[in-house]
């Protein structure tokens, strides 16, 4: 877009100068290119618009509100505050719709739709005539994709996302979305609340529109667009229903008009450099396993690696400064209140790279040195030498049953199983999950090891939030709280407990966790990152033999694609024809 037109700001207001934008920009081709200018003219103005505005910039608004999606139900609200942030700015407003992924709508899950809305993203920003984009977005997968689709894209873009839900009330005590609605369904599977009261907890878990109330998948990619520069800076946090929210709209409308002609565009945005400041505030977020995932796809796109090797590293040096659940106490709306993410980025500040760009025109460190130095609550933002843990929330393991990674949230699991050797007890596949777990003579102790297989990218289920092994009734019943599991798939941001997920290569395109057995020894050692089956490599050479590995399977459509061309979570579980070729090769 940066060679299509040029760009002065005077006060408010874009000046653009002749050249292709606007309704100008990419014409449909019908052979006579004034022909289409005309016709194009001809139908927008069906729509009401008077030719003095057709004659102005273009910014496209990724419209994503749903009926399946309550995480975007203040939208319409939203789209209004961005449209007078683009009119007062002098260019013209354009909505349009887009795929919306309601996480716990979707079957089998949000990310297997991931990529599609990618697809959309990207070829209706570049395929409609658009001189910038505003991506309003919000629940867990719409943020990655909308941003994975826009630096595909290449065009000027800058993110509004929905901001995350006020908390509910439950007899004197503060809920939210979904860290609570996992605690208090544990205390029900374990006998200790009953059916009214879980019904009540029902009614309270989510009593606003927005984003889950903890720092989950949603407000964890929000706050790591922030670190990436590609929204509005102190906005990643505001909650939903705040009047800053559709003044945060307001202003990313006018951001948008602004970014008219520039070379501000996403693939330039994300970086190395860029990336690297935001794994190092997701690891001082204590943030969602969910994030690497994403993170990597979204760097994919600009043709940047993201290594666990790297995020390791990392993590050492990068403290949890942030008191959220699931890793500590607060909520989301306590973190906006504390300073959100410029009073946590101004303590990470000595760890970042400062000189890089980011939506506004500023780099990193002018945005830090201008912002707001206000009142910090230190029981929410901790201090960088006085932090709430000295190493960061998550790391990767390695070992003969990770070959390429997995990822542990330490920061969420019960330090005395970081050093452990346990018998396995397998479970095949969902199914096979769902109708032994409760069994009164399933064969388990809280000293074992749980295993799902099955449950990664390339199987049919497509990687779900499945991760999160409930513990076996039997077991939550005498008070059993934490075990370690060890999957293929996915866990919620919102969950917690000494859980192993994304073990690479999945199970399903044959990677060793596939060859586990009832009865194998597991061995979990946080401090040395590893993870190994205890089996003698000839007894695991046999069982590679003798395994067939059965990928999904699918004949038309969406899912065919899906299963000829995805990726494993070490390369963000996008798909192959997606990234950059030097990127792919």
Known sequence: MAGDAKREVVGESVNVTKKSYGLEHGLTNYGDRDFSLYLRRSFAQSMGYSRA???????GIAYTP?????????FPDLLEAVRRGVLAAGALPIA???????????????????????????????????????????????????????????????????????????????????????????????????????????????????????????????CIAEALGLVLPGTAAIPAVHADRLRAAEATGTAAAALIGSER???????????????????????????????????????????LEQLNALSESTPVLVNLKPVGNGYMEDFFAAGGMGA??????????LDCLTVTGETLGERLASGNRAYVDRSIIAERDKPFEPQGGLIALFGNLAPRGAILKRSAADAKLFEHVGRAVVFSSLADLAARIDDPQLDVTPEDVLVLQHAGPHASECMPEAGYLPIPKKLAQRGIKDMIRVSDARMSGTAFGTIVLH???????????????????????????????????????????????????????YAKLYAQEILGADEGCDFAFLRPRAAAQ
């Open 53 to 59: 505005l057709l004659a102005k910039p273009v910014v």
């Open 66 to 74: 749903s009926g399946f999606n309550n995480c975007h139900r203040h």
């Open 96 to 222: 349009f719709p887009t795929i919306s992924l309601g996480e716990v709508f979707l079957s089998p899950t949000s990310l297997k739709y991931r990529n599609l809305m990618s697809i959309d993203t990207e070829e209706m920003i570049r395929a409609q005539p658009m001189d910038a984009v505003v991506l309003m977005g919000g629940c867990d997968k719409t943020v990655p994709a909308q941003l994975m689709g826009a630096v595909s894209a290449g065009r000027p873009a800058v993110m509004l996302v929905a901001g995350p839900m006020m908390t509910g009330r439950h007899r004197g005590e503060r809920l939210g979305a979904c860290t609570d609605c996992r605690r208090f369904w544990a205390r029900y599977r374990a006998g200790e609340v009953g059916e009214q009261e879980i019904s009540e907890v029902e009614g309270q878990l989510a009593v606003t529109a927005g984003t889950c109330a903890v720092m989950g998948t949603a407000s964890t990619m929000a």
């Open 265 to 307: 565009t996403p693939d330039r945005i994300v970086s190395a450099k860029s990336v690297e400041n935001a794994l190092r505030a997701l690891l001082a977020l204590g943030g969602s396993t969910n994030a690497i995932i994403h993170l990597t796809a979204i760097a994919g796109r600009a043709g940047v690696k993201v290594s």
């Open 344 to 353: 946590l980025l101004r303590e990470l500040k000595p760890l970042l790279h």
């Open 503 to 557: 073990v690479t290569p999945d199970a399903a395109s044959g990677g060793p966790l596939g060859l586990v057995r009832n009865g194998d020894r597991i061995r979990l050692s946080v401090k040395d990152r590893r993870i190994d089956l205890l089996v003698d490599e000839a007894e695991l050479k046999a069982r590679a033999a003798a395994n067939k590995p059965v990928p999904m399977q699918a004949e038309r459509g």
